[in-house]
T-cell receptor, first 111, second 114 residues
């Protein structure tokens, strides 16, 4: 079983839609949860970071962590064509430890 | 914020030659850097962890004699792909840990071996 599971998609939505991206994991020791956005042929950029359980909101983006279910989500409201990218979830036990990445979900927002 | 500069962004080389990829932390000291490989539509695969002043730690299945990593200073780590072959063609990305949560990634290097 992989440490982190993520539906690779691809996911295609119309502009303005609400997007839900999800990851599940198996290691209950994970405490740090990240979402990265990666444009084609570029390095990933950190989008959202959450420690332990709960929600975090930043503009149109909301990250949720449910440690009891070992499930994390990223919601994008009012999606824009510029949101078209691959979204990777990542998690670790401590900030200095190895990060475990999901396979990434490819998102296309259609104008 | 912390910036990691990676060069070159794209390189094409002949089979059998060696290629060096550089990863620099521009405004912070990176005691630890990470090298990843990414195949199309796949996630990042950690190749090795590079610690300044010591030998890199390679992940299982990664040939350390083929993928030479040097981290001689707190701001520079290099990955050299030796005797490259077409199967080494991939997207290579470095990252560094900073005081902030999460890693800071370089922009990646697309290697094509012909």
């Amino acid at each position: 079983q992989k440490e982190v599971e993520q539906d690779p998609g691809p996911l295609s939505v119309p502009e303005g839609a609400i997007v839900s991206l999800n990851c599940t994991y198996s290691n209950s020791a994970f405490q740090y949860f990240m979402w990265y956005r990666q444009y084609s042929r570029k390095g990933p950029e950190l989008l959202m970071y959450t420690y332990s359980s709960g929600n975090k909101e930043d503009g149109r983006f909301t990250a949720q962590v449910d440690k009891s279910s070992k499930y994390i989500s990223l919601f994008i409201r009012d999606s824009q064509p510029s949101d078209s990218a691959t979204y990777l979830c990542a998690m670790s036990v401590n900030t200095g430890n190895q990060f475990y990445f999901g396979t990434g979900t490819s998102l296309t927002v259609i104008p | 914020g912390a910036v990691v500069s990676q060069h070159p962004s794209r390189v094409i080389c002949k089979s059998g030659t060696s290629v060096k990829i550089e990863c620099r932390s521009l405004d912070f000291q990176a005691t630890t850097m990470f090298w990843y490989r990414q195949f199309p539509k796949q996630s990042l695969m950690l190749m090795a962890t590079s610690n300044e002043g010591s030998k890199a730690t390679y992940e299982q299945g990664v040939e350390k004699d083929k993928f030479l990593i040097n981290h001689a200073s707190l701001t520079l780590s290099t990955l050299t792909v030796t005797s490259a072959h077409p199967e080494d063609s991939s997207f290579y990305i470095c990252s560094a840990s900073t005081d902030a949560p999460g890693y800071t990634f370089g922009s990646g290097t697309r290697l094509t071996v012909v």
